[in-house]
């Protein structure tokens, strides 16, 4: 079983501060994808990547495959109180289409 | 614009009903998932389904059990709900040849009384 460890589990910080969570596993993926969910409503795909040492921007969200693909960043600048939510990062479809979710980090960010 | 939709956002039924829970996909995929989401537990594989007709045991299937007689519509079947199913239900599909990400529906809460 390929596990997915994130952290940190929560956090909370100001307005316009910037953030870096992680997503850690031993085993190698060939893609890791990062979803954000809102309270009370499903993941959201952000993005996926693919290649080892890949980044990826989403406006203020930078996103990082490690070179191994072992391992993943999302880094967040300025953050702004709408990027509020659950981010999950997940490993490919194994066998018959099965997902590893990591268990996911809570950031609240406080105007 | 892809779809994943969950026939309700919120369910309060009591303890030894019969619950459905319907997703439909409009996306013409090939997996669909059905997940329930708790807090400090994360997201746990409920079952999985890769063909009409076709289902696969997830992490928990123990209380529940899955119908797809189409491929667009994925059910989940509480048999005899109990407390201790109260949760966060969440649909999602995939495509198997294009592509890994799941899409998800808008998740169902369900409270059992």
């Known amino acids: 079983t390929q596990l997915l460890e994130q952290s940190p589990q929560f956090l909370s910080i100001q307005e316009g501060e910037n953030l870096t969570v992680y997503c850690n596993s031993s085993?190698?993926?060939?893609?890791l994808q990062w979803y954000r969910q809102e309270p009370g409503e499903g993941p959201v795909l952000l993005v996926t990547?693919?290649?080892?040492?890949e980044v990826k921007k989403l406006k203020r969200l930078t996103f990082q495959f490690g070179d191994a693909r072992k391992d993943s960043s999302l880094h967040i600048t300025a953050a702004q109180p709408g990027d509020t939510g659950l981010y999950l990062c997940a490993g490919p479809p194994t066998n018959a289409g099965k997902s590893t979710f990591g268990d996911g980090t809570t950031l609240t960010v406080k105007p | 614009d892809v779809k994943v939709t969950q026939s309700s956002r919120y369910l309060v039924k009591r303890t030894g009903e019969k619950v459905f829970l319907e997703c439909v996909q409009d996306m013409d995929h090939e997996n669909m998932f059905w997940y329930r989401q708790d807090p400090g537990l994360g997201l746990r594989l409920i079952y999985f389904?890769?063909?009409?007709?076709?289902?696969e045991k997830g992490d928990i299937p123990e209380g529940y059990s899955v119908s797809r007689e189409k491929k667009e519509r994925f059910s989940l079947i509480l048999e005899s709900a109990s407390t201790n199913q109260t949760s966060m239900y969440l649909c999602?599909?995939?495509?198997?040849?294009?592509?890994?990400?799941?899409?998800f529906g808008q998740g169902t809460r369900l409270t059992v009384v």
């Open positions: 990547v693919v290649t080892g040492g």
């Open positions: 999602a599909s995939s495509s198997f040849y294009r592509g890994t990400e799941a899409f």
């Open positions: 389904s890769y063909d009409v007709k076709m289902k």
């Open positions: 085993s190698v993926f060939s893609s």
